[in-house]
């Protein structure tokens, strides 16, 4: 019989054991004026990034301790001339060439306000984070965050941003939504844009940035399929929205695509935390649901995936990372991930903004087609034949021969002619 007590004080320490490594410099310098660059324009130049490197330049935002964000002044010099020293030639070759506002004698200034789940999440704010920075190391431009860890914090970040001197102001995750929006009506002159939030009419000055997160999604729930041997499976959600939506769906799907293939029959029990920052819940639920029989779990919870991650240490059982490649949290339990290159979308787009090309009015989705998304090239928990597999099912997305579902009612469908 499991000692409770015992359990919980041990996925505490796990979760303290996993080391969220912060994220927090600021660098100096960065206004604009545009040349337009269409949605898929922009795609493709993501895609284009991507393809060539899919992380930031090394050393570009992995700052192993804490960093005071609040004072540009003292940290700008030191810790931009570290970044631009360890970028490649090619990534000083490849370096934005931010416009110069003759009216300022400035370059652009580039802020962002974190999605719920902080800059330290492991996951998607810290991807976006790392984008920005390595812009930030090879423009000049000022970069900096103010970090949101509940709702009321978003409107309250984006006018700290803009009171800064931020000429474009990031924002991460689907809550922040409304309040982008407000900012871009109130502030005509400033620039926007958002990660996971598309409007039906978008200002001039406001771009959304979407990801197609049901298809890497499909893709690591075809493996869970296929390495499950209990026939059960789990999901954890951070906050049950139409972000949230695609990331279930998709795995959903995945999973009764890989089960028909291989014969089984496979389940999938979800759950959801209604948070993405609370990694002692993502342990309860994770825990529940390897102690209900699931041998993997799959989550989408930002900074409460690091506590679903410690629960499957805990248990001794497969967990599926979401955002980044997370097998450096638990090498032999993170069976694989569901990449979301946040980083390159925020890098690009901010390139694309400081070299005087107008990004507003518009949505860009991303997704396999831009080789914005995909799983981690890390397989060594699974065989060679399932990894290639699952590439072969991500050619098929590509060409529109698979189409993956990405709400409930999508799903029902699919299974229903599976």
Not at 183 to 192: D, G, K
Not at 318 to 336: C, H, M, R, S, Y
Not at 364 to 388: K, Q
Request: with cysteine.
């Amino acid at each position: 019989m499991i000692n409770r007590s015992y359990n919980k004080k041990m996925i505490r320490a796990l979760v303290l054991a996993a080391g969220l490594a912060a994220a927090g410099a600021v660098f100096t310098g960065c206004g604009t004026q545009p040349e337009t660059i269409d949605a898929g324009q922009a795609a493709d130049e993501i895609a284009d990034a991507a393809g060539k490197e899919g992380q930031p330049a090394e050393g570009a935002a992995d700052a192993s301790a804490p960093q005071d964000n609040t004072d540009a002044g003292d940290q700008n010099g030191s810790k931009k001339e570290d970044q631009t020293e360890s970028a490649t030639e090619a990534d000083k070759a490849a370096a934005p060439t931010a416009v110069w506002d003759a009216s300022t004698g400035q370059l652009p200034v580039v802020g962002m306000a974190t999605g719920q789940g902080g800059i330290e999440d492991q996951s998607f704010n810290q991807s976006a984070w790392e984008g920005l920075q390595w812009f930030g190391g090879m423009s000049g431009c000022r970069v900096f965050f103010k970090e949101s860890l509940k709702e009321s914090d978003l409107t309250n970040n984006i006018e700290a941003l803009l009171d800064e001197g931020s000429n474009l102001v990031w924002a991460t995750g689907y809550d922040s939504g409304p309040q982008m929006l407000e900012a871009a009506q109130e502030h005509p002159a400033n620039s926007f844009a958002i990660i996971d939030y598309a409007y039906e009419d978008t200002p001039d000055n406001l771009t959304g940035v979407v990801f197609r997160d049901q298809e890497p999604s499909f893709l690591v729930g075809y493996i869970a399929a296929n390495m499950t041997e209990t026939g059960k499976v789990g999901f954890v959600g951070g906050v049950d929205n139409a972000v949230i939506e695609q990331f279930e769906c998709g795995y959903r799907a995945g999973v009764a695509y890989g089960a028909k293939e291989s014969g089984k029959e496979v389940s999938v029990e979800s759950v959801y935390a209604g948070s993405y920052q609370d990694m002692a819940k993502g342990a309860e639920l994770a825990t529940g649901l390897y102690d209900g029989g699931c041998d993997i779990v799959y989550h989408a919870a930002g900074q409460t995936g690091v506590g679903v991650i410690a629960a499957a240490q805990q248990a001794g059982k497969f967990v599926i990372g979401v955002d980044k490649d997370q097998a450096f949290l638990a090498p032999e339990n993170v069976l694989t991930s569901a990449m979301k290159y946040v980083n390159m979308a925020v890098r690009q787009i901010s390139d694309q903004y400081a070299s005087g090309k107008a990004i507003g009015g518009q949505t860009i989705s991303l997704g396999l087609s831009e080789d914005a998304v995909g799983i981690s090239e890390n397989h060594d928990l699974y065989p060679d034949e399932l990894y290639d597999d699952a590439l072969q099912l991500a050619d098929q997305i590509k060409d529109g021969t698979l189409e993956v579902p990405e709400t409930r009612d999508q799903l029902d469908a699919f299974l229903a002619d599976l």
